[in-house]
C-alpha cells in the first residue's frame, strides 16, 4: 500500500463514507477507488489535483457534519479549524500524492534491474555458469534454495579442468539436482567418479539428487526468490542460449511450475544431518551387517585402543557439550569391538591421509573430531596388528593418491558400505560448520554400482593390497620408521 493509499483509506474509513460513495464524489468506478487504497495504484498525474480537490471537500464536509474536527487533529496530527480542515486534508492528499509517485518512480527504476538478460555468445555463456553464477550464489547473505533441472552427468568432467575456486559461504544452500540414472550406470565407472569430484567440489553445498524422469527437458535452474536461467541445450550437451530472469515474481512462479518435477520417490542421494541419521537408527543398523567396504579420506577411526575411548567420550561430553554423542560413542565401542572379530572388511585409505594421521592424529568418530595423543597412536597401530592377527578377513587397500594429481585435493569426503546400505561422510562440514554432514544413497542400483566400483579399484595400479599377514610383514619393516615420524610430529608440536 501506498503512503497515498494509507492516507485515503484511513480518511474514508474515519468519515464513515462509503467507497460507493466517494466514488461519486469524484466520478470513478469503485474499483478504482479500491485499487488506489490498497494496491498502490494512483490516481493518473492530469487528473490527481480535480480528483484530491473532490475529496477534500467530501472529507470535510463529513468531518463537520459529524462534528470529528478535534478527534480529526488529534489522529492525523494537525491544528484544524472549520475554516482551514478543506484546505488541511487537500494538503495532506497531494503531499502524499507525491512521495507515492516518488515511490512508484523509484519500484519502476529498480525494475529495469529485473530486465531479463539473454546470453547467446559462448563466451558470455561460458563466464555467466563458471564465474559469474557461483560467485552471485555466495554473495547472498540468507539461506538459499536451488532447483537444477539440468542433468548433472551431461555436464561434470572435472578431470584436467582448473575449477575456479571460491570462497566458502556463510549460509546454507541447499540444491535438489537432476541426475539420469539411466546415463549414470551407461558407464558408472566413469560417472560414479565424476559424481564423487563434484561433491567434493562444492563440499560447502548440500545437494539431494533426483532421478530426472519427469524434468529431462526442463534445462531449468532456479535460484528462489532471485533468478532463473532457461536454457536451450543442444544434443552434444552445449547450452547454446541461456535466458536469465531475475524478477522475483516471475522467478518464483517457475520454481512453483518446477518443483513438482522433484519427487520424493525419484529420490537418489540424499543429504542429511547427523541428528536425522541418528533419529532413524541408520548408523546402528548399517553396523549390524556384514561385508564391508569402507573408503576413508581422513583419519582412521577403527580399530581403536581401548585406552582412546574415554577420552574421545569426554571430548563429547566436555568440549562439545553433548552428552547423546557421548552416549553414542560408548554404545559403539561395544558394537565394533564385536564387529571386528569375525566380520569381512575392506578398508580403502589414502597414502597421504595415513602420513597425516601420523603427523596430527585427527579422526572423526562419529561427530567427534578427536586428536590422538602421540601414545595413542602408537596403541593403535598395536591394536591393528592385533586385531588382523586374530580376524583374516580384514584387508586394508592403501591409494597412493600421487598417482591422481590432478584430482588429490577432491579426495575429503569418505565413503560407507556395507553392500547393501551407504552413506558418504563429509569431513569438510566439522571444520567450516557448513554443507551436509552426511549423504544416505537410496537406490539399490547405485549401491549395486559403487560395490563394483570399489571391488574394481581393488586391481588398479596404484592401490596396495594388505591381507592379515601383510600387514605384519610391513609394521616389521617399517614399524620403528613410523613411530619415530609420531615422536617427531610430538615434538614439532610440543615446539
Known amino acids: 500500500m501506498s503512503a497515498y493509499g494509507s492516507l485515503l483509506k484511513n480518511l474514508i474509513n474515519f468519515s464513515g463514507s462509503k467507497l460507493s460513495t466517494v466514488a461519486e464524489e469524484v466520478g470513478y468506478d469503485v474499483s478504482y477507488i479500491s485499487k488506489w487504497c490498497n494496491k498502490a495504484k494512483l490516481p493518473a498525474s492530469k487528473m490527481a489535483p480535480n480528483i484530491n480537490r473532490a475529496l477534500a471537500n467530501h472529507f470535510s464536509h463529513e468531518i463537520l457534519k459529524h462534528e470529528d474536527l478535534s478527534t480529526f487533529s488529534k489522529i492525523f496530527s494537525v491544528e484544524a479549524t472549520p475554516e ?30 529485473y530486465k531479463t538478460k539473454i546470453l547467446s555468445l559462448a563466451n558470455d555463456i561460458y563466464e555467466f ?54 546415463k549414470l550406470f ?27 524422469t519427469l524434468m529431462e527437458s526442463l534445462n531449468t535452474i532456479i535460484i528462489k526468490d532471485h533468478m532463473a536461467i532457461l536454457c536451450a541445450v543442444d544434443q552434444y550437451n552445449r547450452i547454446l542460449t541461456a535466458t536469465v530472469v ?8 517457475i520454481y512453483i511450475r518446477t518443483l513438482p518435477s522433484f519427487r520424493t520417490a525419484d529420490l537418489l542421494i540424499h543429504a542429511t544431518e547427523s541428528e536425522e541419521f541418528y533419529q532413524h537408527g541408520y548408523r546402528t543398523d548399517f553396523y ?16 581403536l585402543p581401548v585406552e582412546c575411548w574415554e577420552s574421545i567420550t569426554r571430548t563429547a561430553l566436555e568440549r562439545d557439550n553433548d552428552e547423546f554423542m557421548a552416549h553414542l560413542v560408548a554404545q559403539l565401542q561395544i558394537t565394533w569391538e564385536e564387529i571386528f572379530e569375525k566380520n569381512s572388511m575392506d578398508f580403502f585409505v589414502l597414502k597421504s591421509s595415513l602420513m597425516k594421521y601420523m603427523e596430527d592424529g585427527e579422526i572423526i568418530f562419529a561427530d567427534v573430531v578427536y586428536n590422538m595423543t602421540p601414545e595413542e597412536r602408537k596403541l593403535h597401530i598395536q591394536k591393528v596388528l592385533e586385531i588382523t592377527k586374530k580376524n583374516p578377513n580384514i584387508h586394508f587397500y592403501v591409494i597412493d593418491d600421487e598417482y591422481l594429481p590432478n584430482v588429490q585435493h577432491l579426495l575429503h569426503t569418505s565413503v560407507f558400505n556395507n553392500r547393501k546400505k551407504l552413506f558418504l561422510k563429509n569431513p569438510e562440514r566439522y571444520h567450516t560448520d557448513i554443507g551436509p554432514h552426511l549423504y544416505s544413497v537410496l ?27 601383510g600387514i605384519q610383514k610391513f609394521a616389521e ?12 610430529s610430538a615434538f614439532k608440536t610440543n615446539k
Not at 246 to 253: G, H, I, L, R, S
Not at 288 to 303: H, K, P, W
Request: glycine share 2%; net charge negative.
Open 129 to 182: 555458469f563458471n564465474h559469474e553464477l557461483p560467485s552471485t550464489i555466495l554473495s547472498y547473505n540468507e539461506p538459499l534454495e536451488v532447483l537444477c533441472t539440468l542433468d548433472i552427468c551431461r555436464f561434470i568432467n572435472i578431470n584436467n579442468v582448473d575449477l575456479p575456486i571460491y570462497p566458502t559461504p556463510t549460509h546454507e544452500v541447499n540444491v535438489k539436482m537432476a541426475l539420469s540414472s539411466k
Open 84 to 113: 482551514t480542515l478543506n484546505s488541511i486534508i487537500y494538503t495532506l492528499l497531494k503531499e502524499n500524492y507525491k512521495e507515492s509517485s516518488r515511490e512508484a518512480a523509484n519500484d519502476l527504476n529498480n525494475s529495469e534491474a
Open 443 to 469: 537406490s539399490d542400483q547405485l549401491i549395486k554400482e559403487v560395490n563394483d566400483f570399489l571391488d574394481n579399484l581393488k586391481s588398479h595400479p596404484y592401490c596396495f593390497s594388505y591381507d592379515a599377514e
Open 186 to 212: 551407461s558407464d558408472s565407472a566413469y560417472y560414479l567418479k565424476q559424481l564423487y569430484y563434484f561433491i567434493n567440489s562444492h563440499s560447502y553445498l548440500t545437494f539431494d539428487f533426483y532421478d530426472n
Open 288 to 303: 549390524s551387517r556384514d561385508n564391508f567396504q569402507i573408503f576413508l579420506a581422513r583419519g582412521f577411526e577403527f580399530l
Open 477 to 488: 619393516k617399517y614399524g620403528s620408521l613410523i613411530y619415530r615420524m609420531i615422536d617427531l
Open 246 to 253: 531475475t524478477d522475483p515474481e516471475k522467478v518464483n512462479q
